[in-house]
């Protein structure tokens, strides 16, 4: 499959500009034969953590309608992150678009800090099939979680997707973690990230893609850009059964040990 990964600098708050680079990107992609094309978090609207989010999440909807029909026209899926307001609850979702189907979608489960303060946390995790590929999403903070990429490798996905909003600051945890959760699942990671500011945030960049041997295939350092690279099912397969390169962690688990992982750890002695 051919992949397209979306970098974008200096993001506005603002649906309707949000929505005009997502139409021409998902051109862009379909002329160079992309299938899918992965956008950063909270791409539509731009990534703003204040109160006018609302604002912008009650527009969200239409602006998705008009991916979806861009999606049926183009043959080209696509992950794309939004604001989602349902029932007067704010979170920070990702909309999966594929052609000819309803859209799936996730809301980040792991929220990052501020956040905290503005959306509400989903409650369960995202696998599924795009573009011919076994697929799991998870969100920015979410990828520095090895459970998250974990249950969603042991549930199939031999393709992680993240869409993400990162700080500048926390670039060494972003580079580290992307080709971990690759390599110790043995599948590809996509990471699309903001790059310049919001102007409370200075974005790490460095949207990606690593291979199941943790190599990283392509980078977009800290400029605008359409990242396209291929992923071979192939690779996957052969990192799952170790690979002489790799590490067959997958068959090698010994899940009665784990079970600290989903325990309340005891409280502390005083």
Same mark, same amino acid.
């Given at each position: 499959m051919r992949i397209g990964i979306v970098q974008i600098v200096n993001a506005e708050p603002d649906m309707t500009a949000s929505l005009r680079t997502g139409l021409t990107r998902l051109q862009d992609a379909k002329d160079a034969g992309v299938e899918l094309v992965v956008f950063p978090e909270l791409f539509l609207g731009g990534y703003y953590v204040d109160q006018a989010m609302v604002k912008r999440a009650s527009q969200s909807r239409a602006a998705l309608v008009r991916l979806q029909a861009a999606v049926d026209q183009l043959d080209v899926s696509c992950v794309v992150g939004v604001p989602d307001l349902r029932d007067g609850v704010l979170f920070d979702a990702v909309a999966i678009l594929r052609p000819g189907r309803d859209p799936g979608r996730y809301a980040k489960t792991h929220l990052f800090r501020a956040e905290k303060e503005l959306f509400s946390p989903g409650s369960s995790l995202w696998t599924g099939e795009i573009a011919g590929w076994q697929c799991g999403v998870m969100v920015c903070y979410e990828v520095a979680f090895? &459970?998250?990429?974990?249950?969603? *490798?042991?549930?199939? +996905?031999? %393709?992680?997707?993240?869409?993400?909003?990162?700080?500048?600051?926390?670039?060494?945890?972003?580079?580290?973690?992307?080709i971990s959760r690759a390599l110790e699942n043995g599948c590809y990671l996509a990471a699309a990230g903001h790059a310049g500011t919001n102007g409370v945030t200075q974005f790490a960049g460095h949207s990606r893609v690593v291979d199941p041997a943790g190599e990283l295939l392509v980078d977009a350092g800290e400029r605008a850009e359409l990242l396209i690279t291929e992923l071979k099912p192939r690779?996957?397969? &052969?990192?799952?059964?170790?690979? *002489?390169?790799?590490? +067959?962690? %997958?068959?090698?688990?010994?899940?009665?040990?784990?079970?600290a992982l989903t325990e309340q750890p005891p409280e502390p002695r005083r």
């Open positions: 090895p &459970e998250v990429a974990r249950a969603l *490798a042991l549930r199939g +996905a031999r %393709l992680l997707i993240v869409p993400a909003a990162f700080g500048r600051e926390r670039l060494r945890i972003w580079q580290i973690a992307t690779l996957v397969d &052969e990192a799952r059964a170790g690979r *002489a390169d790799t590490h +067959a962690c %997958l068959a090698d688990r010994r899940p009665e040990l784990y079970g």
